[in-house]
């Protein structure tokens, strides 16, 4: 993994390179008219494929842990050659200039998926111990809320409880879940539960970024241990259930939402969970990140049996 990385950054780093001090070479190889205003977006451009060359030599140190950088890499890498063949197909660019795709794209696709495969069963193969017991957390984990703060054993005790468990702070997913809890607060009230939103930062971030997206009245459990999440079965993400083409369907709509700073764990995947009298009714684990569930309806969820 560390050869491939160092291999493409060097790449990078010659092509950048070349681009910025001879711009003209490649451009007059593919026959392509350009002028003095394309050449300089054109250079622009060679700047920015060398500083990807930087970005990759940098994660070569430790591929594992720097696995976001090889993730855009291949993003760009995947949507490069398809931007091509688009403004190819339009006949704005000749598509002999494709043969710049072979090398600068194609070549990592492999290597670079194998790095975040690697980075993902590391990730899996780490563990996290044993599921711990839901028992004792219903005492731990205090619900704060406008009227001031209790234990989730006496909330659930006094009305069914819809534990909204948030995918972290950054994620638009997530932004889009607390908007919805807070627009369909009043309905999730009518159909017999009070929702609680359950998230990954400390006491000062939850509060911040609930207010934001105008969920500060709503009750909320701090769980940057994920001890919660976990007790109820709600565990990390596969590959699918991330990054799986119906999020990317998702994230169109959702993108208004915004994205920001990963506060928690980007790989938790979200879910809810319906609690009454510190028992759980019932647990529903999203599909996929982006699913968009109707909280009326788990707020009435038929109970586990047994």
């Known amino acids: 993994m560390r050869r491939w990385l160092v291999a ?23 026959g392509l008219e350009m002028t003095p205003a394309g050449l300089a977006i054109w250079q622009c451009l060679g700047m920015v494929i ?18 976001p950088i090889v993730l855009v890499g291949l993003l760009g890498k995947i949507l490069g050659p398809i931007g091509f ?31 975040l495969l690697a980075a993902w069963h590391e990730a899996s193969r780490r563990g996290e111990g044993e599921t711990p017991r839901l028992e004792p957390l219903l005492d731990e984990r205090s619900v704060r809320g406008p009227s001031g703060t209790t234990s989730l054993r006496v ?18 997913f997530c932004r889009e879940a607390v908007r919805d809890v807070a627009a369909r607060r009043e309905a999730i009230e009518q159909a017999g539960a009070t929702p609680v939103l359950v998230h990954m ?24 241990t994920r001890r919660l999440y976990r007790a109820v079965g709600l565990d990390r993400g596969s590959l699918r259930e991330l990054f799986g ?16 700073h990963p506060v928690g764990d980007p790989l938790q995947m979200p879910g809810t969970a319906l609690l009454s009298g510190g ?15 109707d909280y009326e309806s788990l707020a009435c969820a038929v109970p586990l049996a047994g």
């Open 8 to 30: 493409a950054g060097i790449y990078n780093l010659l092509w950048g390179a070349g681009v910025i001090l001879l711009p003209r070479t490649l451009v007059d190889l593919a």
């Open 50 to 67: 060398g500083v990807y060359g930087i970005g990759y030599l940098a994660a070569s140190l430790d591929p594992i842990r720097h696995w």
């Open 85 to 115: 063949v688009w403004t190819a197909s339009r006949g704005e660019i000749p598509w002999s200039f494709g043969w710049t795709i072979l090398t600068n794209d194609l070549l990592w696709w492999a290597p670079f998926t194998m790095i």
């Open 155 to 172: 909330l659930s005790g006094e009305r069914p409880v819809l534990l909204v468990f948030l995918r972290h702070a950054g994620c638009t």
């Open 201 to 224: 930062g400390d006491a000062a971030q939850g509060d911040a970024f609930l207010s934001r997206l105008g969920a500060g009245s709503i009750a909320r459990i701090e769980d940057p």
């Open 245 to 260: 083409p119906r999020n990317f369907l998702r994230a169109i709509a959702a993108a208004r939402h915004g994205v920001g």
């Open 279 to 293: 028992r759980v009714l019932h647990v529903h684990r999203h599909a996929f990140a982006g699913e968009r569930p």
